[in-house]
């Protein structure tokens, strides 16, 4: 007997046909005599349709009532599912986020979890209850409901798994698992059986985006071993198959005899570039550059600044596309009137496309297969950044595709 955590995305609770397949396979996975924690996310479509209402009244209501507003649609998915289960004979209880209570900050709308209080939880569950917390919301200590950011549930899922120390956290979605890079570029990516907590970070953020980034982060601070896998199965399907199925995020590979150098190529189709060409070489400049970029809260990702001729040097960072206009503003203002460069050139028409793996921290020449294949292809790298397990080129998007095709067979990443 152990106990389990189960997320269940909206897809999986999109209807109440669905919601009473979820009620068979929790039941089924109860009966087999584990203790199992379920948090749902609200029914597909839900959360739109509720903020959506809100701004047809006014453009940008307050943050707070949009998190009470937007935390119904939990609340609703977890009472249906309690009452799927009883349908089926179990006892199930549900509980908002404050009812447990699941302590956050008070950042409305992207509020961060502080501590599970697990006391309540633990008695039911001792009874032989199945307990339903809902996702994405919690609670502040004035006792204002607040919301985790668009996609939480994942990271209440893994809050909840975490304080209460289950043996896994399952979470249940449309996709069955992470795979090698996106199916729809490489059709014969390949799904993973497992991926690091950091290889998955790498992943997330580059643009594959099978679960909320701080989920993961959550996963590989308290080292919740976490299961992504489909909730379109068979919900009756044997448990034996089931819990060796999706993607388990992991924290060391389970054969080292057998781990690729590469586990993946992850891409971001939106990014953009800034050069700001004459720029005094003089300590501080970076800093000048960046400074008002940060304030404006604006990240920044692959910083290049060139060897200084006549003590002019140019300097060039990436932004996500949608900061794009935004930075250029910033500056506008600042780099001409204090930093005394000559000009800035941008370029929207950039993509960043990277292979990602903790096996190069073993292996050499990863860099230079990269920049071979790429080469063959005939594709210019424009910048390029490394960390221990990840390699990204910058690349002219119209060659994204086509890097990422020619850099998953290189790697020998497809199907066999
Ligand atoms: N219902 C919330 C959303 O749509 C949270 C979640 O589904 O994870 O963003
Ligand atoms: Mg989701």
Redesign the pocket.
């Known amino acids: 007997m152990a106990l389990f955590v189960h997320k269940y995305?909206?897809t999986s609770m999109g209807s109440t046909e669905r919601i009473k397949n979820v009620a068979l396979r929790v039941a089924k996975w109860h009966d087999a005599g584990h203790q199992i924690v379920v948090v749902p996310?609200?029914m597909s479509g839900e959360?739109n349709r509720l903020l959506g209402l809100a701004r047809e009244i006014m453009p940008q209501p307050d943050q707070r009532e949009l998190d009470m507003l937007a935390a119904t649609?939990?609340q609703t998915s977890v009472a249906l599912l309690a009452i799927a289960l009883h349908a089926v004979g179990k006892e199930a209880v549900s509980y908002a986020g404050w009812q447990v209570p699941i302590l956050t900050d008070s950042a409305f709308g992207k509020a961060r979890i502080q501590s599970i209080d697990d006391v309540k939880v633990r008695k039911d569950l001792d009874a032989g209850k199945i307990v339903i917390i809902t996702?994405?919301q919690g609670m502040d200590e004035d006792g204002n409901i607040t919301t985790l950011g668009?996609?939480?549930?994942?990271t209440s899922a893994v809050a909840v798994a975490a304080a209460m120390g289950a043996a896994e956290c399952l979470i249940y979605t449309d996709v069955d698992g992470v795979y090698t890079t996106d199916p729809r570029v490489v059709s014969d990516a390949r799904r993973l059986k497992t991926v690091t907590f950091e290889e998955m970070l790498e992943m997330a953020s580059l643009g594959s985006k099978v679960l909320?980034i701080r989920s993961v982060e959550f996963a590989g601070n308290y080292k919740m071993p976490t299961r992504v896998l489909s909730s379109l199965t068979d919900p009756l399907m044997p448990l034996e198959v089931e819990t060796v199925s999706g993607t388990l995020i992991s924290f060391e590979k389970e054969s080292s005899m057998e781990q690729a150098t590469i586990t993946g190529i992850a891409f971001s189709r939106d990014e953009a570039k800034i050069t700001i060409l004459g720029v005094p070489d003089r300590p501080g400049i970076a800093y000048q550059i960046l400074g008002p970029v940060a304030d404006a809260n604006i990240e920044v990702d692959m910083i290049i600044q060139n060897q200084s001729v006549d003590g002019k040097t140019d300097f060039t960072f990436t932004v996500s596309r949608a900061d794009y206009l935004k930075s250029s503003q910033v500056l506008e203002a600042s780099v001409k009137s204090h930093i005394g460069a000559g000009s800035i050139a941008g370029d929207t028409k950039v993509s960043k496309v990277s292979v990602v793996g903790v096996g190069m921290r073993s292996h050499v020449g990863i860099a230079s297969q990269m920049f071979r294949t790429l080469s063959e292809e005939g594709i210019n790298i424009q910048m390029i950044s490394t960390s221990e397990i990840k390699i990204s080129v910058l690349i002219d998007e119209k060659y994204m595709e086509l890097a990422v095709r020619s850099l998953h067979k290189a790697f020998g990443l497809e199907n066999d």
Do not use: C, W
Not at 150 to 154: E, H, K
């Open positions: 995305g909206g996310s609200a959360t649609g939990e996702g994405f668009r996609g939480g549930s994942d909320q």
